[in-house]
């Protein structure tokens, strides 16, 4: 009888070890989990930071638009008008853009007084106003 009662205490503090060993294990994964999803968070928050605070491929030339009296009319809705907000990327917050509906055509861009009709290349923009791209 005592030789069951020792055996059933033995298999009882194996037990335990097992399972302070296992809920250790345990405690080193969630540590790695923590870790990993930290630098993750730092990662993503620097390329989202620099992403957003780097300056766009044409601010210089949009800006330039603008100090020389540009007005681009459009609507949000006309592909056309998009398209051509897409040419100059995170850089169009610095052209002149009026949203303007009833236009003839979109998008419209008013240079010195001179009505433009349409999507206008970056060298057709540059020759009417003397901005660099």
């Not at 399972?19 to 990662?43: D, N, P, R």
């Not at 601010?59 to 100059?88: I, N, P, R, S």
Request: net charge positive.
């Amino acid at each position: 009888m005592q030789y069951v009662h020792k055996h059933n205490q033995e298999e009882s503090k194996e037990r335990e070890e097992r399972f302070k060993l296992e809920k250790e294990k345990k405690k080193g994964s969630k540590k790695k989990v923590i870790a990993m999803a930290a630098i993750v968070l730092v990662i993503l928050s620097s390329w989202i930071a620099f992403a957003v605070l780097s300056p766009g491929k044409y601010d210089g030339f949009a800006k330039c638009l603008t100090e020389k009296g540009v007005v681009m009319y459009g609507e949000d809705w006309c592909q056309y008008t998009q398209g051509q907000k897409a040419m100059f990327g995170k850089s169009f917050k610095y052209v002149d853009y009026v949203v303007k509906p009833d236009l003839r055509k979109r998008p419209t861009w008013v240079i010195d007084g001179e009505s433009y009709e349409t999507v206008q290349s970056f060298q057709r923009l540059s020759a009417l106003t003397g901005c660099k791209f």
